[in-house]
């Protein structure tokens, strides 16, 4: 059994966007906020947690690149998702230049984006 304080902290299956057809439609009637180095689509939903999607094209870097900015974005979604109300979908695509982010760089952009509190 995962403690409540640690459950609110992980990234389970239900914390994703994981369908071809929810990323159409979070692309199509979603509302985007572009920052110098992320597009942040977002969509308010009805569900009892918000959702992440990252998306981050070969334009980006090799598999390897890809794969860190993924990880980094997961990990700052995974902080903030508690401060996230009411809940939302979210889809990130990451922009050419976004390999040379650092983590407190990335977690800044999408706090902005989100118009989340930069400290938290």
Do not use: W
């Amino acid at each position: 059994m995962i403690p409540p304080v640690a459950a609110s902290r992980c990234y389970p299956k239900s914390a994703r966007v994981r369908r071809r057809r929810e990323y159409l439609t979070l692309q199509r009637e979603g509302r985007r906020r572009h920052t110098p180095h992320l597009v942040i689509i977002r969509q308010a939903v009805a569900g009892a947690r918000s959702r992440l999607g990252v998306t981050v094209s070969k334009r980006v870097g090799n598999a390897v690149v890809r794969n860190r900015i993924k990880r980094l974005l997961r990990e700052i979604f995974r902080h903030r998702q508690a401060a996230i109300t009411p809940p939302i979908d979210i889809v990130v695509i990451a922009k050419p230049g976004a390999e040379t982010l650092t983590y407190a760089q990335a977690a800044t952009e999408f706090a902005k984006a989100l118009e989340l509190d930069v400290d938290g």
